[in-house]
């Protein structure tokens, strides 16, 4: 995200309108004592085009609306936004109801309210309603879209709010009914409820919850290291996860218990008053079946033929939309009618019931992001690294359908330490990727690093001495008898297993010696990677809430930059 190094680089404006300002506004990633920087690509599981899209923007442009660096992108995103027609007071008016429903903080109604303001744009983030909130990475989402919603409004002079849209329509109910802690022994636990009726079948938001919830917050309530902080979370969980609470109620209550306060906004994408404001967009898509699946086929063949790889890959037959009935049905083409569920209607008669009935339609991965652009006026939408990719295929998209695309960043990333395991790294040049690994390869490695220097250089010289005589020995005893040089070579490898052997039991009388290296070494591995997955995707935001209090959120907003590209090791 852009941020000025200086007031004083241009004499001439406020803002320089040449291409030279993309050199004011990328930063050079600073550690500090309580951060430590790290560049994505280091990590296996980045891909390609999100490094490009972070480091060599230039070679995935025509994919996206513009250059997140640049700060030309930025105004041209907000001048686009601003010029599209929409229902801003419907829409504030709906906002306004489902905060009242839940209760929700003054600064968050406040936010609401200023998008009936025709200048007012939008940070957007979203992700499905996970249990407890969700893992970290869910809260930073949200924080990046806060962070970058205040940077908005200091750089460009904008009324800007920040968004978080719950993907409440989902109905992958194994995907939000979990929900990882770390216990006291720093062992990864996963906290689960049970499955309500329409549990799998049904949209989330149709999910209410049953008595399974009051199960999983005496379980995590167990699972918690107790802290100062726990009494007070623990009620703030129950208030929000009532049994009879709708899923996605329940987890726009708990993230407006978490952030309102900064002023963002959740809305719950499943509110029926909304579908209306759309009907218009879901009857484009009826209309001209099967044109935004080959949009986003040729997009993700354009990728590939560039060497990325095309997230989504829809049935060349794909509708964009569901019905919504006892289940999600599938909409596909045949012919010249479609196919709902397993029921064929004309295009006609399915085209009217679009129009007269919205609420019964949801849209599916490829025009979800195009309805959130048309109720709000979204200038940046927060992405994932998966999502990332897939958005990129949306360009042709948006064009077909004349709905200004966003610009897209991507959100902060980091992993989260104590102090010690922080120290850990620091002191024993640990990088952070290397603990991903389940196995003790690294520990050992340590290890020998703390043996003293004779033993290494004695173990070494050994090997090398033995290769040396024995290598001697073959040579001389085959004027003796030819046979007996495979004897010695059989020797020597006996005698190269022995000193390995003897090495191993070195080591092993190391770790036993210098049990402290292991409890630390273990301490940050799980920390970083439990189960061998990132920290931010394997452990809910509610096990460090617990740890470090509700001042985690502005910790984190103070010492978490939203430079794309860079992964932050932060001790809160």
Known sequence: MLNRTSDTDCTDCTYCTNRTILRQYRRVPVATASRIPIDIRRFPWIKPLVADYAFDHGKVADFFAGDPHDADAWREAIARTRAHPRSRDAMANIIHAQQQRRGAPAEAIAAGARLRDAQTVAVVTGQQAGLFGGPLFTLLKALTAVELASTLKRDHDVSAVAIFWIDAEDHDWDEVKSCGVLDSSMAHRTIAIGNPPGAGVEPVARVCLDDSVSAALTEVAAALPQTEFTPALLETLRIAYEPGTGMADAFGRWMESVLGSRGLIVYNSADPAAKPLVADLFAREIERAGETARLATEAGAAMEARGYTAQVTPHPDTVALFHLNAARQPIRTQGGSLVVGETVESKGALLERVRRAPGEFSPNVLLRPLVQDTLFPTVCYVAGPNELAYLGQLKGIYSAF?????????????????????????????????????????????????????????????????????????????????????????????????????????????????????????NVQAQAFPGGDPQERAVGFVHFLNKYGPTLVDRLLEELPTDMGVHWVITP
């Open 402 to 522: 004349g709905v200004p695309m966003p610009l897209m960043c991507q959100r902060a990333t980091a992993t989260l330490l104590d102090s010690n395991a922080a120290r850990f790294l620091v002191r024993h040049d640990v990088q952070l990727e290397q603990l991903q690994a389940q196995d003790e390869a690294l520990l050992n490695r340590l290890l020998e690093a703390q043996l003293p220097p004779g033993v290494d250089a004695a173990m070494q010289e050994v090997s090398t001495l033995l290769q040396e005589r024995m290598e001697q020995l073959a040579t001389s005893v085959t004027e003796i008898d030819a046979t007996l040089e495979g004897a010695t070579r059989s020797a020597l490898g006996r005698m190269h297993d022995d000193v390995r052997k003897l090495h191993g039991k070195i080591i092993q009388a190391a770790k036993r010696k210098d049990e402290t290296l292991r409890r630390q070494f273990h």
